[in-house]
């Protein structure tokens, strides 16, 4: 039988992929057609009505707030954790408060809800993060140690920090990991397909600082370049910084041991991660012919812990560069068939529909470069949500 696809992706870089990797394959036929078995592109171009009655295959999740908000993803977490005292949350996930402002004039009624913070001791200069809720690209993102600096930076007028609702006061986990002598942060790409497995790419991006994180020669005492890993944000910082001082494979930069203590907890984290939001159909819903491509990304201690930082829905693929794109385009091509082939032709799954979050972290089951993390039946009917 031939399927019909529409691609309307933005993104040339993206959508120049997606579009050679479909040509490939016989089955399918490009068409500009609205009326097309598949419509992969822009969120706000879906037709939903399509999507919900199963006669739309799509590369985008209708709600998933509660994974790619940073506020409810902290909720969800945080009452998932409390709940589940051996989820390797307890110890992957750093120290997270939501604040709600809704007027910097009313700052002190805000730190009523989170007295962690309220009633933090400055002296240990223990250092925190301020993150917007629905900031990406590194905006909106700020640092404090104290209470005071903390209202400082929050009610001053010269800022737009009062434009945002909902904060994110995450703890800023250090020491880092260092790599010639730069923090870096780790891009991994996984995809959720149907209601609901989520495969994981078996490459990763180590996103590099531009700056070294001594601090030597800093004209400000804290200079976000050396602490911020996003590349949008060092690009904007740092003119003339080469794209390999910003971007390596993770190969590269971890040893043999570390590579592999590094995926056991990142596979598992993202078990319990989906498995978290999966449960919270307010916030997170997976149709059974959808799919989406997430960027996660996640940091290292010096020790070798690993922490969950946030879920990144389309990630931007084109900000790779060319030295290390065979990682997203091995990720992109693996989604075309993970997404689409299994959806439209209905491959036989030989995988079980129901794994541990101990098999997802010795990553017992994978499919060409990709692992399956999580794997969960949903049923959607008139009554609701039902989890065989």
Partial sequence: MLWTVRVGIECEYTRGIVIDELSSKPWIRLSDSENSDVFLGEYEDVDWSKAFSGHLVTNNLCFRKGLCRKADL????????????????????????????????????????????????????????????????????????????????????????????????????????????????????????????????????????????????????????????????????????????????LKEVLTEQELESFWTQVRETIHDVFSCVHFEPASFQALPRCFEMYGLDFVLRQDGQVFFLEANPTPDFAMTGSRCKYIPEGFIRACMTLGIDQQLRRIPKAFPFDISAEQASQGLISQGNMWLSYSKLVELGESGIKFA
């Avoid at 002190?108 to 002296?123: C, G, H, N, R, W």
């Avoid at 990763?204 to 994180?213: C, D, M, R, T």
Wanted: glycine letters at 4%; hydrophobic letters at 35%; proline letters at 5%.
């Fill in 74 to 249: 902290t909720l969800n977490l945080r009452k998932f954790i409390a709940k589940r005292p051996c989820s390797i949350l307890h110890r992957s996930f750093p120290e997270s408060y939501v604040m709600e402002l809704h007027d910097p004039d009313y700052f002190e009624e805000a730190l009523y809800d989170v007295p962690e913070i309220q009633y933090m001791d400055p002296s240990t200069q223990q250092l925190w993060l301020a993150k917007s809720s629905l900031s990406n690209q590194g905006k909106g993102i700020f640092m404090f140690s104290s209470v005071e600096e903390l209202e400082e930076i929050m009610t001053d007028p010269q800022h737009d920090h009062h434009l945002h609702r909902y904060w994110v006061l995450q703890r800023y986990v250090e020491p880092p990991m260092l790599f010639d002598e730069r923090k870096f942060h780790v891009r991994v790409y996984c995809l959720a397909v149907g209601n609901l497995q989520v495969w994981t790419c078996k490459d990763a991006l180590a996103l590099f600082s531009s700056y070294k994180y001594s601090g030597e020669g800093d004209e400000e005492e804290r200079n976000l370049g050396k602490y911020l890993t996003n590349t949008c944000f060092q690009q904007s910082r740092s003119e003339g910084a080469l794209e390999e001082d910003l971007v390596k494979d």
